[in-house]
């Protein structure tokens, strides 16, 4: 789709100054092995481009065009770490311990903590959507196999007397230069509908703009989306709400009509940005102990309500007490008028929330940053409400001669509703209230 360009050298100070010193010496020590031992090997993946657009990235992805599981194990033998490997695909993930670095001679902060290596291949596809089944190919034709253009860049590190070659083997480098997202061929996005949330998160990233047959064949592949599995929809939501510029991701996904295909019912807010920010650098005032990984998720369902939220969870296949919290999130929005209630008894806030995931709180107090009622109400219940309890206990019912059963909670649960709305504000006016309810046969 576009023309080819003669390799060029990538200046290795160019890698220093992006990578950074320590990251610079780990692949010089890679490149090393893989010179001693007479093997070809290549930097690949965002690493080059992002060298070349003078982007962070520390995402290290390596391709041989030898067995690159055999390669890892040498590594691993020299410095240390583990390696895991996934034979059927030819790949293995390196991983850098403290004593690994402490070998290396690196500071295990400036270092990545995993290295892929994979062996050069080809793939084809049975059918559309499905996994790819792969072979061992030379590594023109594991660059053409790749998503975008941009992402066909690799820098040869061995040989040593090619070391630092640029190979650019579809027009990538020009695509770089002019912020284009192109893809390889016109079934890209058929062979592998991911690719469309991939494109449209790295030109959010980037700046860059879709190319226009790109964006023509995207549009065209989007009802694919509705036959992936749950799990690689995840793995890429998970790349979208981990970028800085997420909230933005997701709306240009939903104009699109990307995430309509993943299930009619997942749509975000026009805010969604300004939320996802938030929670980046806002924590509500009670200590909280939720996982920051899953909050995007949370919030980015809390909105569409219960039941969609549910069954959107249900289509992505996601962890069952992941699919609780978002729920029970959506449940708190559309509960906001209630929560927001001045004239609302805390006891029925305290009843809404009694058994709700503490993330679900977490995030609707993110998403309720223009209702301060409903703020304060999740705050209190978060700190005092939710650990208030009657003074007595079913040991003093049945003292009392009141014959143990499903009455003891419906008395306990009153008492404490009672203290936590102010109409009992000591054991003696808890006395009088309990004398109070089992004259009215509670």
Known sequence: MSKKRSPQLVDRNAVRQVLGASAAALIDKIASQAQANKRSLYLVGGVPRDIILKLPNQ??????????????????ARYGGSVLAHKPFGTAVWTLDGSAAETLGLPAREI?????????????????????????????????????TLNTLAIQ????????????????????????????????????????????????RLGFA????????????LPLLGRLTGQRLVNEIELSLGELKAGEIFLRLQDLGALGYIHPAFRVNCDITEVLNRARETSPPWEVTVDKETVPWRLLMARVGADEADAICQRLDLPRTLTRSIVACAQLIGAAAMLSDAESPPSQAARLLDGLPAPALHAAWLLFADNPAAQDKLANYM???????????????????????????????????AWIDGEVNSPEEEALYLRELLSADV
Do not use: C
């Open 112 to 148: 990545p903590q995993y290295i892929d290596f994979a062996r050069a291949r080809s793939e084809t596809y049975s059918e559309p959507a499905a996994l790819p089944t792969v072979s061992p190919a030379g590594i023109k034709s594991d660059l053409l196999r790749r998503d975008f």
């Open 383 to 417: 700190s005092t409400w939710r650990q208030q309890k009657a003074s007595i206990n079913g040991v003093h019912l049945e003292r009392m001669g009141i014959p143990p059963g499903p009455s003891y909670k419906r008395i306990l649960d009153a008492l404490r509703f």
């Open 210 to 221: 879709i190319e226009t047959e790109t964006d023509e064949l995207m549009r065209a592949a």
């Open 157 to 204: 590190l061995s040989p040593a007397s090619v070391a630092g070659q640029l190979l650019d083997e579809s027009g990538g480098l020009a695509d770089l230069q002019s912020g284009l997202i192109r893809v390889l061929h016109e079934r890209s996005f058929i062979d592998d509908p991911t690719r469309i949330l991939r494109a449209i998160r790295l030109a959010t």
């Open 59 to 76: 995402d290290l992805d390596f391709v041989l065009e030898t067995d690159a599981i055999s390669f890892a194990d040498e590594i691993a």
